[in-house]
C-alpha cells in the first residue's frame, strides 16, 4: 500500500498530459508481426507462469 501512495501522483500524470496513451496495445501490435515472423516468442508459448529449466 505505501508503494502505492509514493507514487499516487503518478496516476494522474494523463489529467496534465492527455496526448499520453493510456496502454501501450499500439506497441504490442506494430512488434506482434516480428514475433510471429521470428517464430514466436518462447516464453508466450509455453505460458507465462512456467518456471524456466
Known amino acids: 500500500m505505501r508503494e502505492l ?3 499516487w501522483d503518478t ?4 489529467l496534465d498530459y492527455p496526448h499520453l496513451l493510456l496502454t501501450n ?3 504490442e ?3 506482434r ?3 510471429q515472423f521470428c517464430g514466436g516468442s ?3 508459448r509455453s505460458g507465462t507462469d512456467q518456471v524456466d529449466s
Open 42 to 44: 518462447e516464453r508466450l
Open 5 to 7: 501512495l509514493d507514487d
Open 11 to 14: 496516476f494522474w500524470v494523463v
Open 29 to 31: 501490435r506494430a512488434l
Open 33 to 35: 508481426h516480428w514475433d
Open 25 to 27: 496495445n499500439d506497441a
